[in-house]
């Protein structure tokens, strides 16, 4: 099952990039393994599955313990500062930083590890109050200010779009964080890059990609249903 449905989801992105004259390889397919176990994992590393993005960080460092070490991990849930220190250095990206406290609890693990930590900033476009992240007014003085921090390299941004039926409406938010993406890298601030915008989920990630997203989070579109009363909506 799960190496039938990445099938269909890459060819959906294939489609995705030609309706909108983009090179499917500028798009990262994060398969979203929260709760999922390990058996569904190494299926879908049979089919060539690499980036993987989880929202809780004892499951999360638990399956890089457990699992090979040329997957690449990402933080995809809301990172509390008591435990940066678990995940640095380990993943590849934390998706979800949205204050600059949380912001300097990274840069102080990433000193100690001597290490470079890439992070995305995550922007609440929609202004849901039910959702982590900064606003887009807030977005651009937020990232100046973690920019100064050493240790802390931001490669671009991440939002939740709104749990919609039809996809088609959210498109003005994917558009709004593409071009909230666009005046922060026209600022050419020191450390930023913004070459990234992980945006999209199993309902509408080829509405993002067609509006420009660099990485797409899909669960259950791999994975299957999961119970939905027992773990929070972040990748999906």
């Known amino acids: 099952m799960v190496s039938t449905n990445l099938d269909e989801v890459r060819q959906k992105i294939k489609a995705a990039c030609q309706k909108a004259n983009r090179n499917p390889n500028e798009v990262t397919l ?13 299926q879908a590393m ?9 929202n809780k960080v004892q499951e999360l460092t638990h399956k890089i313990e457990i699992l090979p070490d040329n997957l690449r991990w990402h933080m995809i849930g809301h990172l ?3 435990k940066v220190k678990y995940i640095v250095g380990k ?16 840069s102080k693990e990433a000193k100690k590890h001597g290490v470079d930590a890439e ?13 982590q992240g900064v606003t887009c ?10 920019a100064k921090l050493p240790g802390v390299l931001i490669k ?14 959210n498109r003005g938010i994917f558009r709004k964080l593409k071009q909230l993406g666009v005046d922060i890298k026209n600022k050419n601030i ?12 199993t309902g509408d990630y080829e509405v993002a990609i067609e509006e420009g997203a660099t990485m797409i989070r899909v669960g259950t579109g791999i994975f299957g249903d999961r119970d939905y009363a027992m773990t929070t909506q972040i990748g999906d």
Not at 119 to 131: F, H
Not at 137 to 146: K, M, N, R, S
Not at 156 to 169: R, W, Y
């Open 30 to 42: 994060i398969a979203v393994s929260k709760t999922k176990p390990i058996e569904l994992i190494e």
């Open 46 to 54: 049979e089919n060539s599955q690499q980036d993987f993005g989880e």
């Open 80 to 82: 509390q500062r008591n």
């Open 91 to 106: 993943v590849a990206l934390i998706h979800s930083v949205d204050s600059l406290r949380l912001a300097k609890e990274i």
């Open 119 to 131: 992070v995305l900033i995550e922007v609440n476009v929609g202004e849901e109050a039910s959702k």
């Open 137 to 146: 007014t807030e977005a651009i003085a937020l990232v100046e200010d973690i």
């Open 156 to 169: 671009g941004l991440m939002t939740i779009a709104p749990f919609v039926k039809d996809p088609e409406e």
């Open 190 to 201: 020191n450390n930023v890059s913004v070459d990234v915008l992980s945006m999209g989920m």
